[in-house]
């Protein structure tokens, strides 16, 4: 495949947010798709997230505060920053690169990246909800192989487009023990501004935010409530967005974790751990926290490590209307319907290592002074997930020093958040469109 050729059969290495949406765009402009994952759809950390679309909040993890936080309590297992003292040499390269950007004028950089993007995350959202009906097979049926759980089979009638919505947070709300902890949101907040990013604000006391969220208790001293953001649910909205892309007639793998790449004279093959094999015309390594392991081969040398976050849900007496942040704490919580989601927690360490309850017993801690009327012992759906954290905090998008090889990963804690946006600037990218200014920012090979 030339530089100038679009390819008619593209291999998507990974069912998150990030892939999905990649599959999706590509299929915008007539490409083939055919998406493979060792597990399922949002096996990894697109499942059990917060689910927050909120360009206020989307800025870079290497914030210099982080830095000087986590030197005091990294070690610590019951802090919402944790490093294991038994470091593997890639997490320590990874933990030395992070704090050389961990500086103002760093972060300041980072932050006009984050900042272009602005509220354009949100309108590729937009985007992939609009379309028309169409008839297709159930996701349990011959377009998806392995063991993903179907939709109970059948003809099912689905949209072109996704069907379960995005909510307006109408407000955001964030809540603080004291007014100094709201005083370094504020900062940030002001930071997004003189960066060129937009963000519309109100302050709240005590008595204005418990009677938006009852369900808030005597802790919380002040708040802000923050416009124009919104939030998803995570398991319903990719289980949406798998089936648009089948519906769309695509083919999502399961079953399938990729042990190779291999380049040849007209394609690619994508080869399993089983031997067997997938050929396109190129691939779209969207692996998440794994992302290096098959692109290292194609020049990304940029270390990608796995940030873990851990979630559950709980049911309050008075259910939540609007997610809730605390940024002192980093606790986050998101409504769902009928349960509540608590998540939290960046844990450096491998991305396979199991959940440790430890963790999830730090947000409970963290949590439960801040809200009234919770069983804490009353949880549901326990979650690890691994975040792909890189030491720049911007993400890699685009290709390889392979025409053939593009990489989607690398997004910390917003990847579902840019996901459709990195689908579409790759998809563009791939087919040989123009692509946003921005993305210059991104090269994977940087």
């Known amino acids: 495949m030339s530089n100038t050729q679009t390819p008619e059969n593209v291999v998507v290495i990974g069912a998150g947010m990030v892939g999905l949406a990649t599959a999706w765009y590509l299929q915008e402009r007539g490409v ?132 379960e919505p995005t909510k307006p947070a109408e407000p955001f709300l964030t809540g603080f023990k004291n007014l100094k902890d709201r005083d370094g949101l504020l900062h940030e907040l002001e930071g997004i501004r003189a960066s060129g990013g937009q963000v519309e604000f109100d302050l709240l006391d005590a008595a204005d935010i418990r009677a938006m969220e009852p369900t808030l208790g005597d802790g919380v001293k002040a708040g802000v409530a923050i416009h124009h953001q919104r939030f998803i649910n995570p398991p319903k909205f990719m289980d949406s967005l798998a089936d648009s892309v089948i519906a769309r007639g695509g083919q999502i793998t399961t079953d399938f974790e990729v042990a190779d790449i291999r380049e040849h004279a007209h394609g690619v093959e994508v080869v399993d751990v089983h031997g067997r094999t997938q050929g396109a015309d190129a691939v779209v390594i969207a692996t998440g926290a794994w992302l290096g392991r098959l692109a290292r081969k194609f020049g990304v040398k940029r270390v990608v490590q796995a940030g873990r976050g851990y979630s559950f849900t709980v049911v309050p007496e008075v259910m939540p209307t609007h ?124």
């Not at 309108?123 to 297709?136: G, P």
């Not at 998806?144 to 179907?150: E, F, K, L, M, Q």
Request: glycine share 12%; aromatic share 8%.
């Open 32 to 163: 083939n798709v055919t998406v493979v994952d060792r597990d399922g759809v949002a096996a990894g950390s697109s499942w059990g997230n917060a689910g927050w679309l909120t360009p206020a909040l989307t800025l870079p993890l290497s914030e210099p505060s982080v830095l000087t936080y986590g030197l005091k309590t990294m070690f610590d297992p019951a802090s919402p920053l944790y490093i294991p003292l038994s470091a593997k040499p890639s997490l320590i390269r990874f933990l030395l690169g992070f704090a050389r950007h961990c500086t103002p004028g760093k972060w300041r950089e980072a932050m006009a990246v984050f900042s272009e993007i602005g509220a354009t995350g949100l309108d590729a959202f937009d985007e992939i909800s609009e379309a028309n009906a169409v008839t297709r097979i159930g996701r349990d049926h011959a377009a998806v192989g392995g063991g993903t759980p179907g939709n109970g089979g059948g003809t099912t009638t689905l949209g072109t487009g996704v069907s």
């Open 323 to 446: 997610p809730i942040y605390f940024p002192a704490q980093r606790v986050a919580c998101t409504p769902l319907g009928d349960r509540f989601r608590v998540a939290g927690t960046m844990e450096f360490r491998d991305a396979d290592h199991p959940l440790e309850p430890k963790r999830i017993e730090a947000i409970v801690a963290a949590a439960s002074p801040l809200f009234t009327g919770i069983n804490w012992e009353d949880r549901q759906e326990e979650w690890v997930g691994s975040r792909p954290c890189t030491t720049d905090g911007l993400p890699l998008i685009g290709a390889t020093r392979s025409n053939r090889v593009h990489v989607a990963g690398g997004h910390g804690m917003w990847g579902v958040a840019l996901g459709p946006l990195t689908g579409k600037m790759l998809a563009a990218s791939i087919t040989g469109e123009s692509t946003p200014a921005v993305m210059q920012h991104f090269n994977p090979l940087r």
